[in-house]
C-alpha cells in the first residue's frame, strides 16, 4: 500500500490561493496525497471567484470551506508531512508547531482576491494564481521523495516556490 503524504496550504484568510492548491492537490496527487486548507484569520467563506475558476477546470469543490489552521494543530488532526504558505502574509506570522516537524516552504503566490477591476481582470487573476500553483504543485508531484534526503527534499520544495 502506497504512503499517503499529508499537506496543508496556509494562507491568512483560507478563501482563495489555499482553496486553490488543497483542490488541485486532492485532483492530481491521488492516491498517495491528501491535501488540506486552512488560514490565520479565516474569513468564513471561499471565495466565489476561487470555486468558479476550480469548476472551470473540472476540480471538484466539494467539501472546501475556509477555516482555521488551529483545527490542524489539534491531538487528533491528520499529522502533516508538508505545509506550505501561499501567502506572504501567513509566510510572516508564528504558525501553530506542527506534530512530526513536517517539511515546510513558502510558495508565495500574488493574491487575486485583492484585484479591484472588471469581472475580466479578477477572474484573469484567479487563472493565473491557479496556473502558478498548478506548475508548482505538479513539480512538487515529480519529486522522488523516496529518494531524497530531508535536506536534499527542503532545498527542492523551496527552489519551486521561488523559480515556478
Not at 20 to 30: D, I, P
Not at 49 to 63: C, I, R, T
Amino acid at each position: 500500500m502506497p504512503r499517503v503524504y499529508n499537506v496543508l496550504f496556509l494562507c491568512t484568510g483560507n478563501s482563495a490561493r489555499s482553496i486553490l492548491a488543497e483542490a488541485l492537490l486532492n485532483h492530481m496527487g491521488k492516491p498517495n496525497f491528501r491535501a488540506f486548507s486552512a488560514g490565520s484569520h479565516p474569513t468564513g467563506r471561499v471565495n466565489p471567484f476561487a470555486l468558479k475558476q476550480l469548476e472551470a477546470a473540472g476540480l471538484s469543490v466539494d467539501g472546501l470551506r475556509s477555516k482555521s489552521w488551529d483545527e490542524f494543530a489539534k491531538p487528533g488532526a491528520p499529522q502533516m508531512n508538508f505545509v506550505f504558505t501561499v501567502c506572504d502574509n501567513a509566510a510572516a506570522e508564528v504558525c501553530p508547531v506542527w506534530p512530526g516537524q513536517p517539511v515546510t516552504a513558502h510558495w508565495g503566490v500574488p493574491d487575486p482576491a485583492a484585484v479591484v477591476g472588471t469581472v475580466d481582470q479578477m477572474e484573469r487573476a484567479f487563472r493565473d494564481a491557479f496556473v502558478t500553483l498548478d506548475r508548482r504543485i505538479t513539480l512538487f508531484l515529480s519529486l522522488p521523495l523516496a529518494s531524497l534526503t530531508a535536506l536534499a527534499l527542503k532545498k527542492e520544495i523551496d527552489r519551486i516556490g521561488r523559480e515556478s
